[in-house]
């Protein structure tokens, strides 16, 4: 007993290490996205100023909420549930670039569990995070190039195509091994759950991407299309308050 409660332990603290190092190397790259693009632009505007933490802040609340409100889909396993909460990150993300969208994902995360506590060993938060960030970095990186309405469409789509094939893979490759990992379950069990839902569904393979591609393509689309319909309505909102402040 005391050798599988050591053993428990274990896996959580190497899993939240490698959790916190997920989260350090995504700032981080973010960070190196956004100070490439003030270089080619010029902007003297600060990358993380008091008003951006502080709206940040607001949209991590909205996007925790949101993703307290997940909804079940019919062709995936009930471990698997649609929510929106990259619409915030993803405004956030548009606003005041890329570093500010991650921050919001990991702060929605954290809040998210004080909400809400983990019913999967904390392996759907690290999946929510870092398949959010998969999204939200590739759609900044070409909307840094030019904001312009199409170039945000664009951007949505690239967003969208990367987040269903890098949240496919890494699904396949790291999530569900963890999942049963964590849980002391057999693969063959996590299999049988989504055969239960589609007969289709006999392998890890399967799975991914009767289940899983489906739903990012489905998440990341309504996401694109809420936000392309919300976005220049409270833009100028947001720019103006950081102009007004002069930061």
Known sequence: MEKTLLQ????NAVFLAQFIVIVMILVFVSYLMEKAS???TGSRERILSTRKVAVCGMFAAIAAVLMVLEMPVPFAPPFYALDLSEL???VGTFAFGPVAG???EFCKVILKILFK???TAFVGE????VIGCSYLLPASAVYLL???RKNAVIAMLVGTICMT???TAFNAVYLLPKFAQMFHMPMEAIIAMGTEINPSIRSVTSLVVLAVAPLNLLKGGLVSVITLLIYKKISPIMKEGMKKQGR
Not at 8 to 11: G, K, R
Not at 126 to 129: E, H, M, Y
């Open 38 to 40: 003030v270089k080619r």
């Open 165 to 167: 094939v890098f949240g």
């Open 146 to 148: 030019h904001k312009s």
């Open 102 to 104: 991650v921050l919001i």
């Open 8 to 11: 428990s332990v274990m896996e």
């Open 117 to 119: 506590p983990s019913t």
């Open 88 to 90: 915030p990150a993803l």
């Open 126 to 129: 690290l999946a929510n995070f």
